[in-house]
């Protein structure tokens, strides 16, 4: 049971919008910045979003990041063949004694 | 460009310690966290700790009596000490950096680790 609650799966055709919610409380993405990340088959994580809506250098801007309260959104728009990947995020978790937590990640098809 | 690149023994029997090795190419650690990550079917990705840089560390509650982390500046590595491993610890482990800004923004290969008699 991840503390971060993501759907499982996702899908999408190519061209299509897709979000994928990822879902806290006020311990973790309702006080914290939160992370996303893709993984390819085989691969490991690549940080796509950081601090809330933030892109690294290289992520193309079809991918953006939001946040209300204690959920956030990845969005992909102009969806490709090569987006098809599981989707996590992540937040700081602030209970007893702190820890970095993850989604369960979302696994997106691109039909 | 920074590149992570892991080893450790991959098969283990129950209650052995795991033993990973992360080296850092291309940046020096200074300035930096370095974290190690696991990831399994049944437990998803699992924060296990870092390191900072002037080796203070941040466990994990859950893994925290069992876990050890080291770092030696000199050769640019960071380790992972798990001890009395069982089946639930078998995963892929990753090592990972974290920044003031951003959050494992470079990983490392992954190495899977089986935990099996």
């Known amino acids: 049971q991840s503390v971060l609650t993501q759907p499982p799966s996702a899908s999408g055709t190519p061209g299509q919008r897709v979000t994928i919610s990822c879902s806290g409380n006020t311990s973790n993405i309702g006080t914290y910045y939160v992370y996303w990340y893709q993984q390819l088959p085989g691969a490991a994580p690549k940080l796509l979003i950081y601090r809330d809506n933030q892109r690294p250098s290289g992520v193309p801007d079809r991918f953006s990041g939001s946040k209300s309260g204690t959920s956030a959104s990845l969005a992909i728009s102009g969806l490709r063949s090569e987006d098809e990947a599981d989707y996590f995020c992540a937040a700081w978790h602030d209970s007893l004694s702190g820890r970095w937590v993850f989604g369960g990640g979302t696994k997106l098809t691109v039909l | 460009q920074v590149q992570l690149q892991q080893w450790g023994a991959g098969l283990l029997k129950p209650s052995e310690t795991l033993s990973l090795t992360c080296g850092v190419y291309?940046?020096?650690?200074?300035?930096?966290?370095w974290s190690w990550i696991r990831q399994s079917p049944g437990r998803g990705l699992e924060w296990i700790g870092e390191?900072?840089?002037?080796?203070?560390?941040t466990y994990s509650p859950s893994l925290k009596s069992r876990v050890t982390m080291s770092i030696d500046t000199s050769k640019d590595q960071f380790s992972l000490k798990l001890s009395s491993v069982t089946a639930a610890d078998t995963a892929v482990y990753y090592c990972a950096r974290n920044s003031t800004e951003y959050l494992f923004d470079f990983w490392g290969q992954g190495t899977l680790v089986t935990v099996s008699s």
């Open positions: 390191i900072h840089y002037s080796g203070s560390t």
């Open positions: 291309g940046e020096s650690l200074s300035g930096y966290s």
